[in-house]
């Protein structure tokens, strides 16, 4: 990939939009010129542009309780966690942010307060609103993994009848709080990506959308992988991130040689550094994109031809 300016012009659907009517801004991207580093932004422990799901699994043979940290940024933290057979979590809320979680292998029985108990298998996905208490359990005689995103740097309440778990550096102290998240026609509890993504024929959408947190769901035929010219699009100030959840994917980012992903790997790029991802192979490919502050703005180079 060739080096990018600092400035360049750029299209940027979305800027000036007291300017324009909705269909306008539909029709007619708008050119800017939008700031990128001299000097890409880095890849900052553990972020890495690729993470395979089967040298993760390697790396915790003959265990059946572990968590290993994929991604970590100033808005997300990302895990696989491997719990076993019969294994329970502690119930817990998170103060302003939604969880979510995908189910990669084995079955987990989620409790949501008010909702129905339900177990998720492998392609699930699942969300808890911010203040809704919830806890997890492997069911089954094998240990399940899921890879959970939550907002980083934070630590979990608990209802007063739960019992913390001790954190070194923080006393767990009687509070009274008010309020809490709900479900909506597109942040509902859970996804079954087989049945309502995959049998349905549908090609995916929004999965968690609020004002924080923007988890879509991207379902496309496999292309013949774009010519490195074409470089797709880059976020100021946020990096993104994606699961494979089905079939073959090519990234390109911004200073990486051209990616291949499959089922459970997890790639990152860095914010302001241009990225792309396309379907790959002959069937079917579906990646979770992960991204801050929806609709986040995607700034395009003006030539672009294809790919995301």
């Given at each position: 990939?060739k080096?990018?300016?600092?400035?360049?012009?750029?299209?940027?659907?979305?800027?000036?939009?007291?300017c324009?009517?909705?269909?306008?801004?539909?029709?007619k991207?708008?050119l800017a010129w939008?700031?990128?580093?001299?000097?890409p932004?880095?890849?900052?422990?553990?972020?890495?542009?690729?993470?395979?799901l089967?040298?993760?699994?390697a790396?915790?043979?003959?265990k059946?309780?572990?968590t290993?940290?994929?991604?970590?940024?100033?808005?997300?933290?990302g895990?696989y966690i491997?719990?076993?057979?019969?294994?329970?979590?502690p119930?817990v809320?998170?103060?302003?942010?939604?969880?979510?979680?995908?189910v990669?292998?084995?079955?987990?029985?989620?409790r949501?307060?008010?909702q129905?108990?339900?177990?998720a298998s492998?392609?699930?996905?699942?969300?808890?609103?911010?203040?809704v208490?919830?806890s997890?359990?492997?069911?089954?005689?094998?240990?399940?993994?899921?890879f959970?995103?939550?907002?980083s740097y934070e630590?979990?309440?608990?209802?007063?009848?739960e019992?913390?778990?001790?954190?070194?550096?923080?006393?767990?102290?009687?509070?009274?709080?008010?309020?809490g998240?709900?479900?909506?026609?597109?942040?509902?509890?859970?996804l079954?990506f087989?049945k309502?993504?995959v049998?349905?024929?549908?090609?995916?959408g929004g999965?968690?959308k609020d004002?924080?947190?923007?988890?879509?769901?991207?379902?496309?035929?496999?292309?013949p992988?774009?010519p490195d010219?074409?470089?797709?699009?880059?976020?100021?100030?946020?990096?993104?991130?994606?699961?494979?959840l089905?079939?073959?994917?090519?990234?390109?980012i911004?200073?990486?040689?051209?990616?291949?992903a499959?089922?459970?790997?997890?790639?990152?790029?860095p914010?302001?550094?241009?990225h792309?991802?396309?379907s790959?192979g002959t069937?079917?490919a579906t990646?979770?994109a992960?991204?801050?502050?929806p609709?986040?703005?995607?700034?395009?180079q003006?030539?672009?031809?294809?790919g995301e």
């Amino acid at each position: 990939m060739k080096a990018v300016k600092s400035f360049v012009l750029l299209s940027a659907a979305g800027l000036w939009l007291s300017c324009l009517s909705a269909d306008a801004q539909s029709q007619k991207p708008l050119l800017a010129w939008a700031p990128q580093p001299v000097k890409p932004a880095p890849f900052l422990a553990p972020n890495k542009p690729l993470k395979r799901l089967k040298d993760i699994v390697a790396r915790h043979a003959g265990k059946t309780d572990w968590t290993e940290t994929e991604v970590l940024t100033r808005d997300y933290i990302g895990q696989y966690i491997s719990m076993g057979a019969g294994k329970k979590t502690p119930t817990v809320f998170y103060a302003d942010d939604r969880v979510f979680w995908w189910v990669a292998s084995g079955q987990i029985r989620f409790r949501i307060q008010g909702q129905e108990p339900f177990v998720a298998s492998r392609g699930f996905l699942v969300q808890v609103p911010y203040r809704v208490p919830y806890s997890m359990e492997t069911v089954g005689d094998t240990p399940s993994l899921r890879f959970e995103v939550r907002p980083s740097y934070e630590h979990p309440s608990y209802p007063i009848e739960e019992t913390p778990v001790p954190v070194p550096g923080f006393a767990y102290n009687k509070a009274s709080y008010t309020g809490g998240g709900k479900y909506d026609e597109i942040n509902k509890p859970y996804l079954d990506f087989e049945k309502d993504i995959v049998a349905a024929g549908r090609k995916g959408g929004g999965f968690v959308k609020d004002d924080h947190t923007w988890a879509n769901v991207i379902r496309q035929p496999g292309i013949p992988t774009p010519p490195d010219s074409n470089f797709g699009h880059f976020h100021e100030n946020f990096g993104e991130f994606w699961v494979v959840l089905e079939g073959q994917l090519d990234f390109l980012i911004q200073g990486v040689p051209l990616i291949r992903a499959e089922f459970g790997d997890i790639v990152f790029a860095p914010e302001e550094r241009y990225h792309r991802a396309t379907s790959a192979g002959t069937g079917m490919a579906t990646r979770l994109a992960i991204t801050p502050r929806p609709p986040s703005l995607h700034y395009e180079q003006p030539d672009r031809t294809g790919g995301e």
